[in-house]
């Protein structure tokens, strides 16, 4: 067993703390901070065994499982939020793990890999490596026009009613939709000889070393069971949540920004450091990269959806100082190289970037009451 395999099983302690303090009256930040920690090993092990099944059911249904599953986590607490009402909550984690995953995650990896001098010479396809990178980036600067475009209607109106907003988000969201299944194709089928990182042969995600552990039928009863057990502790999470904001004095905007996506999307986060560790940035690209386009054209679309069948309607104008956020964010990602050749200084850059916006989200006081 890995180092980080033994820190996740220890980690799992904190689902039954989370849960019994819950039922205690224990203040609601503990209750919050332990939750979190307890969704990072669920998040971890609901990825592992998803990769699992996925090497079992072949190439083309197992990029879908991934595909579809890879940010779980991410929708399960959301869906959990939108129940509670708590709809700014869930806007601002969904760009606050996009921002999370392009600027720390992909910051982290550049930093570390660029500490290491390649002891082999660089040999990947550099003009498929060119067309991934344009894809990406063509998609990503999509993310962010779509995001935008609620923004604009609301500036340009004169009077704009929200059944006005709620409809553009529901046929924005089909797009999106329809624009991943497409995303999905390409990758996957007609140009799958561009994406040459499922022949790694040293595969960073967690699912790698659960080949071969389990059988199928286990793998798909050990998701099913992790995927409940997270459900209970994303109640907690949230249960919690409003009333950990009252007790700190923080914002809705920093909690969902900020804090709550280094619980989700920490699996994404540690699993691109150890790319960069390994000087593996294009792969730590991939997952940064990859996690951020499913979030925004496939999570976010279908949590439009689901809050209009729960009757908690969820459009896409999101917070104004948010939606510049992530455009900051996909403009510095797309600005550094995200191959081997990638240095320290472009990892830093991005690191700094992430902190700024930090603080400006710790300061911005929009949701907190102050106009």
């Not at 624009?179 to 000889?193: A, G, P, Q, V």
């Not at 990892?347 to 710790?362: K, P």
Request: with cysteine; charged share 10%.
């Amino acid at each position: 067993m890995s180092r980080k395999d033994a820190l996740l099983l220890r980690m799992l302690i904190f689902v039954p703390i989370c849960l019994v303090l819950n039922r205690l009256d224990i203040d609601p930040l503990i209750v919050f901070i332990t939750a979190g920690l307890a969704i990072i090993p669920l998040a971890a092990w609901i990825a592992n065994f998803t990769e699992a099944i996925a090497t079992r059911i072949g190439p083309t249904f197992g990029g879908l499982l991934n595909a579809t599953f890879g940010n779980a986590t991410e929708m399960i607490v959301s869906i959990v939020a939108l129940r509670a009402g708590l709809l700014e909550v869930v806007k601002a984690s969904l760009m606050g793990s996009m921002m999370a995953n392009l600027l720390l995650g992909l910051g982290l990896a550049l930093f570390l890999g660029g500490l290491h001098i390649p002891k082999q010479p660089f040999q990947l396809n550099a003009e498929n490596l060119g067309t991934v990178a344009r894809v990406n980036a063509s998609l990503l600067n999509l993310v962010v026009v779509f995001l935008l475009a609620p923004t604009a209607i609301e500036i340009t109106s004169i009077s704009l009613h929200l059944e006005t907003t709620n409809d553009f988000s529901y046929i924005a969201s089909a797009l999106m939709l329809i624009c991943y299944i497409l995303m999905l194709l390409f990758s996957m089928k007609t140009h799958s000889y561009l994406y040459g990182l499922d022949e790694d042969p040293e595969p960073e995600s967690y699912g790698s070393e659960a080949r071969g552990l389990y059988k199928l039928k286990l793998h798909i009863g050990l998701l099913l069971g992790t995927t409940i057990v997270l459900l209970f502790v994303s109640e907690v999470l949230v249960s919690s949540l409003e009333e950990a904001i009252a007790t700190t004095g923080l914002t809705e905007l920093f909690t969902g920004v900020i804090l709550i996506p280094m619980f989700g999307a920490a699996v994404e986060i540690i699993t691109c450091g150890i790319c960069g560790t390994k000087n593996k940035v294009e792969l730590a690209s991939s997952v940064a990269i990859g996690s951020s386009l499913q979030i925004a054209m496939f999570v976010t679309p279908i949590l439009v959806f689901a809050g209009l069948i729960i009757d908690q309607p969820m459009n896409l104008d999101f917070d104004n100082f948010t939606v510049l956020g992530l455009g900051i964010a996909v403009l510095m990602t797309n600005s550094v190289k995200t191959d081997r050749r990638a240095n320290w200084l472009e990892g830093i850059l991005l690191l700094i970037t992430y902190a700024m916006l930090a603080s400006a989200f710790f300061l911005h006081p929009s949701l907190a009451g102050v106009h």
